[in-house]
């Protein structure tokens, strides 16, 4: 297993449809168990293909402890809408408000090539939305107002200057934590969000 660079905005993989992936091979399995290590390392809760520089229709999710693997994933019910601050591993230190469904039902192939279906609900939901727009090519700053989107590029121009080629490269140990800084968060306020990076 290995930590893979993430792609940051800029790359255009992450505006990149993806293809149905055909099946689930041993490259296929290695590549969700490498994501699966990234994810960890970055500290998010999610983590699509796109994202390590693959267009494969696949993402690992891991919200309260419950790592799930989806290979060409759909969602087939949905439920509910919440309006959340939302933030992405591909662009860090950007955060903004996006409204998903509150419950939805996905189905999806697992990673021994059978169909399964399962049912997510509130922030498990709202990964597994973050994540298959990833597979679609969109990110959560689509969803944010004119106004707020320029404001966002303004900051991002200076942002990405850290990551040459667009590439954020994880060094274990080294990166942010995003746990500090929401415990920083608060401090300031007990009802400060849980930003998620996803
Ligand atoms: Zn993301």
Excluded at 2 to 16: K, M
Excluded at 86 to 107: K, M, N, Q, W, Y
Excluded at 146 to 166: I, M
Excluded at 184 to 197: G, I, M, V, Y
Aim: aromatic letters at 6%.
């Amino acid at each position: 297993m290995a930590v893979l660079d993430i792609r940051v905005l800029g790359d255009p993989i992450l505006r990149t449809r993806t293809a149905p992936t055909p099946a689930v091979t041993e490259a296929v399995r290695a590549l969700v168990a490498d994501m699966f290590e990234t994810m960890y390392a970055a500290e998010g809760i999610g983590l699509a293909a796109p994202q390590v520089g693959c267009s494969e229709r696949v993402f690992v999710m891991d919200v309260d402890e419950n790592p799930l693997a989806m290979i060409n994933p759909e969602i087939i019910e949905r439920e509910g809408s919440e309006r959340a601050e939302e933030g992405c591993l591909s662009i860090p230190e950007i955060f903004g408000d996006v409204d998903r469904a509150t419950r939805v039902v996905a189905r999806a192939t697992g990673l021994d090539g059978k169909p399964f279906e399962v049912e997510l609900t509130d922030l498990a939901a709202r990964c597994m939305q973050h994540e298959l727009d990833h597979l679609d090519g969109k990110l959560f700053i689509d969803y944010m107002s004119l106004l707020k989107r320029k404001f966002t590029a303004r900051k991002w121009e200076k942002e990405a200057a850290s990551y040459p080629g667009f590439i954020r490269k994880l060094e274990p140990g080294k990166q942010r934590s995003r746990r500090s800084r929401s415990r920083d968060k608060s401090a300031n306020s007990a009802t400060a969000p849980f930003e998620p990076e996803l």
